[in-house]
């Protein structure tokens, strides 16, 4: 998810990478960064990390990154931390990575499910992966996301009002965004051993 720099205020690329600010421009946020989504377009701000489970709506990481970094990268650095609790991991096409594909398989066991990007399809190895991709069975499990996972970051969004940051800079952020998702889990958590919908947690997060 991406997430506006506060303010709302954006220092334009060439500008940045010349470190010239200009007249006028106060408030700036200068250490958010750009990145760009077919739904939102270009965004200049911080960006967020999040693991959810496939069984239960249950927020299993949520944190800061660099909104310009590489989600599928960033995946493959956080999901050994949780290799003994996971047989599958599920990604949009970012993770479309045959190295990463092939890590996750040797190393810890676990299938990666993504989407596999058109027209390559050119080695055996790509071929293979692709293969196993498309089965039934794992396209059923990978569709999933749509219930249980896309939505987790739209529900962190509306709970903690997550239009724009609440602050500047990487450090702040980093550790706000963190403190929202030990919330969100502490929430979560609760209201499963409740046997209550993990994702009506307002109350429980906001103190309403």
Not at 196 to 208: D, F, N, P, Q
């Amino acid at each position: 998810m991406m997430v506006k720099a506060k303010g709302g205020k954006v220092w334009h690329k060439q500008a940045k990478a010349a470190g010239e600010v200009p007249e006028g421009l106060t408030g700036l946020d200068k250490e958010a960064t750009w990145s760009y989504s077919k739904a939102d377009g270009w965004i200049y701000g911080h960006g967020t990390f999040c693991l959810t489970s496939h069984g239960k709506s249950v927020v299993g990481l949520f944190i800061w990154m660099p909104n310009s970094a590489s989600e599928a990268k960033r995946l493959g650095e956080e999901i050994p931390a949780f290799a003994n609790l996971l047989e599958m991991v599920c990604m949009d096409s970012k993770a479309d990575d045959e190295k990463m594909y092939a890590d996750l398989k040797d190393k810890y066991g676990i299938k990666l499910l993504t989407v596999p990007r058109k027209e390559m399809d050119k080695s055996e190895r790509r071929q293979l992966m692709i293969a196993e991709q498309m089965k039934e069975e794992n396209r059923a499990i990978y569709r999933q996301r749509g219930v249980t996972v896309e939505p987790m970051q739209g529900l962190i969004k509306d709970l903690f009002g997550l239009e724009d940051c609440w602050m500047r800079g990487n450090r702040s952020n980093r550790w706000l965004f963190a403190a929202m998702g030990i919330a969100v889990q502490m929430a979560q958590h609760q209201a499963d051993q409740k046997n209550e919908s993990t994702w009506k947690i307002k109350e429980a997060v906001c103190g309403l």
